[in-house]
């Protein structure tokens, strides 16, 4: 089965810093999902990486997918008290549908970010 | 557009007895997937639902199921409730499943107290 590594396990940073956070896949990367997590509730979803070192930003944060290293990346520029929380790396087992089950996706363990004012 | 809901949050029930949690997906999303997240194990998979029939089923007992109705809302169930069954339980969306290319957005979650 597919496990992901994240690290760091946790992280704290001055606000105005930049930050990486780092998913390394046991096995090929297929499709790689970030997400945010506040504690205690659901899970916000950030960006999607497929198959073929995709690169994705959205305001300050960008995700690249290294699929030779079977590694993401999460870049956070310029960080600001409103990125403190869990982030989360999911990894799909499958490239595409083929008629049959779906399992669902294998996560990491999670970075916790703190942001120092 | 409205994302995915679940009911109740918040809920606390004693050992032995059984619980049935709601999921309503996004609009127009076939495949309803549920998690189960616990500070020890982190984010597990439970089983996913597609069209009303189970596709797939994590590595859990069989007191966990559920069931998906027509209009994609789905209910998972956990009976003879055990202390370990507190957790976050999520819900996940999707047109079609944990497939490359296919986003997948999550509910609030609800949370299971078992005492």
């Known amino acids: 089965s597919q496990e992901l590594e994240q690290s760091p396990q946790s992280l704290i940073v001055q606000e105005g810093k930049n930050l990486t956070i780092n998913c390394t896949s046991s096995?090929?990367?297929?499709?790689l999902y970030w997400y945010k997590q506040k504690y205690g509730e659901g899970l916000i979803f950030l960006m999607m990486?497929?198959?073929?070192?995709e690169e994705k930003s959205h305001e300050k944060i960008t995700a690249k997918l290294d699929e030779k290293k079977q590694q993401s990346s999460l870049h956070i520029t310029a960080s600001q008290p409103s990125h403190a929380g869990i982030y989360l790396c999911?990894?799909?087992?499958?490239?595409?549908?083929?008629?049959?089950?779906?399992?669902?996706?294998?996560f990491g363990k999670g970075t916790h970010l703190i942001i120092q004012p | 557009k409205a994302g995915v809901t679940q009911t109740p949050r918040y809920l606390i029930k004693t050992r032995g007895q059984q619980v049935t949690l709601s999921c309503s997906p996004i609009?127009?999303?076939?495949?309803v997937s549920w998690y189960q997240q616990t500070p020890g194990q982190g984010l597990q998979f439970l089983f996913e639902?597609?069209?009303?029939?189970?596709?797939n089923k994590g590595n859990f007992p069989g007191r966990f199921s559920g069931r998906q109705f027509s209009n994609s809302r789905s209910e998972m169930n956990v009976s003879t409730l055990e202390l370990g069954d507190s957790a976050l339980y999520l819900c996940?969306?999707?047109?079609?499943?944990?497939?490359?290319?296919?986003?997948?957005?999550f509910g609030e979650g609800s949370w299971l107290t078992v005492v």
């Open positions: 996940a969306s999707s047109w079609t499943g944990a497939f490359s290319g296919n986003t997948i957005y």
């Open positions: 096995k090929t990367l297929y499709g």
């Open positions: 990486l497929q198959k073929g070192g």
């Open positions: 999911g990894a799909s087992p499958h490239e595409m549908y083929s008629g049959g089950g779906a399992d669902g996706l294998t």
């Open positions: 609009s127009g999303h076939r495949s």
């Open positions: 639902y597609f069209s009303e029939t189970q596709r």
